[in-house]
């Protein structure tokens, strides 16, 4: 049997107008992340750790945000997606490692529906949370950052 780890990491700015999906969740906030797709960061996080560990590419090798057909994309459906693909290459996904990195919201009240959301399409997963103590990108509360580690066995 083979192991493998892979990481992933993603940031998006934060905007008005826009709402702020984390983990699949929808959080209350007055801001949320800008991008090309839902622009959901943990997701994206782990969906990099993922391909990362099975060799197989990265997020925007897949789902290029210079693609139409993406926009607006439901980064949840990628992520399924994604999974279906690492199993299909003879990977079990074995567990999920994440961290979002953000000034506000608080995400302790939200962390549980996140982990039961990622957990039904991958099984184990661990989601923490983070502030930037008011240093860099994150700190300022411009945008909101996650890194997450995936470990396949196969």
Same mark, same amino acid.
């Given at each position: 049997?083979?192991?493998?780890?892979?990481?992933?990491?993603?940031?998006?700015?934060?905007?008005?107008? @826009? @709402?702020?999906?984390?983990?699949?969740?929808?959080?209350?906030?007055?801001?949320?992340?800008? =991008?090309?797709?839902?622009?959901? /960061?943990?997701?994206?996080?782990? /969906?990099?750790?993922?391909?990362?560990?099975?060799?197989?590419?990265?997020? =925007? !090798?897949?789902?290029?945000?210079?693609?139409?057909?993406? !926009?607006?994309?439901?980064?949840? *459906?990628?992520?399924?997606? /994604?999974?279906? @693909?690492? @199993?299909?290459?003879?990977?079990?996904?074995?567990?999920?490692?994440?961290?979002?990195?953000?000034? *506000?919201?608080?995400?302790?009240?939200?962390?549980?529906?996140?982990?039961?959301?990622?957990?039904?399409?991958?099984?184990?997963?661990? /989601?923490? $949370?983070?502030?930037?103590?008011?240093?860099?990108?994150? =700190?300022?509360?411009? =945008?909101?950052? $996650?890194?997450?580690?995936?470990?396949?066995?196969?």
């Amino acid at each position: 049997m083979s192991v493998r780890t892979g990481i992933g990491i993603d940031s998006h700015r934060l905007e008005a107008g @826009r @709402r702020l999906l984390l983990g699949g969740v929808e959080i209350e906030h007055e801001r949320g992340l800008a =991008g090309h797709s839902d622009a959901d /960061v943990l997701v994206h996080a782990i /969906v990099d750790a993922l391909l990362g560990a099975a060799a197989m590419g990265d997020i =925007g !090798e897949l789902y290029p945000d210079t693609d139409a057909a993406f !926009e607006g994309a439901d980064s949840m *459906a990628l992520l399924r997606d /994604v999974a279906e @693909r690492v @199993r299909a290459a003879g990977w079990a996904i074995e567990h999920v490692d994440a961290t979002v990195m953000a000034e *506000a919201p608080k995400l302790s009240p939200h962390k549980q529906a996140m982990r039961v959301a990622l957990g039904a399409v991958l099984g184990s997963v661990s /989601v923490k $949370a983070t502030t930037g103590e008011r240093m860099g990108f994150v =700190g300022r509360g411009e =945008g909101i950052a $996650a890194l997450a580690v995936a470990t396949l066995s196969g």
